[in-house]
Structures are given as C-alpha cells and as structure tokens.
C-alpha cells in the first residue's frame, strides 16, 4: 500500500513565466509535507487553466501556449492546498 505523506503547503519557483505561442513548458510543483509522516510517491494534483483560449495544461502540468494574453495555472491537491503562477503568452 502507498501512502503519500499530506501535503502542508505546494508552491512554484516562479510566480510568473513567459512563452511564446506554440510553447510547451512542464511546470514542477514544489511540496512541503506534514511533519511526522513518511513520504511515499507523489501527491496526486488536479490542474486547471483560468483562461484554457490562451493556455492550456495537462494532468502533467505540461502548459500549451495558445495565443497572447496572460491565464493563471493552479495546482490543488486532494488535501485542498494551492498554488499558481501566471503564464503570459506572446
């Protein structure tokens, strides 16, 4: 049985990335985990686009640039923690 560690807080490196349309970029989540449990895999994560006509992102948090403008990519986790950065396409 694999059994991930909750996570106490998610964020990016960066709160903001530029692409060109077209573009492709794997974005790479950084996790903090509750004290006292023993990590065990990779949380599972939902990821949503706010604006899917300027970019889009898989269930892999590889972002499509699809044409100019600026969208927020969030990441949750099944415990309910977020994180965004925004994406400006050009």
Do not use: C, H, R
Request: proline letters at 4%; zero cysteines.
């Amino acid at each position: 049985m694999n059994v991930v560690a909750p996570v106490s807080k998610v964020s990016f490196p960066d709160q903001s990335v530029s692409l060109k349309k077209g573009e492709k970029m794997t974005l790479k989540p950084q996790f903090t985990y509750k004290s006292g449990y023993y990590y065990n895999g990779k949380p599972k994560l939902a990821w949503t686009s706010s604006k899917k006509s300027v970019a889009t992102v898989s269930s892999k948090g590889v972002v499509t640039a699809k044409k100019k403008g600026t969208a927020k990519i969030t990441v949750k986790t099944l415990n309910g923690k977020k994180a965004s950065v925004t994406i400006t396409v050009t």
